[in-house]
């Protein structure tokens, strides 16, 4: 996996996990903000939620078991 779709990833983990952002809050803020990153910057400075860290441990456990991450831009 390339550095920055990992980086994409662990973006998305941490939106995704951040509260109160279901699936239509996630897909709202990406196009407010135009990326996860983007979006995250702004909710933090709101309230604390699902850090950098935390994703970057849910990504490195699902590389282990060997699971693949899909987000729904990629390219195919």
Known sequence: MNETRREK??????????????????????????????????????????TRQDAQNELKKTEEKGINIICRDDEW
């Open 9 to 50: 990833i662990i973006d998305w983990l941490q939106l995704i996990n951040f509260p109160n952002v279901g699936p239509i809050t996630f897909y709202k803020l990406l196009e407010k903000y135009g990326s996860a990153r983007r979006a995250i910057e702004n909710l933090v400075e709101k309230a604390h939620g699902y």
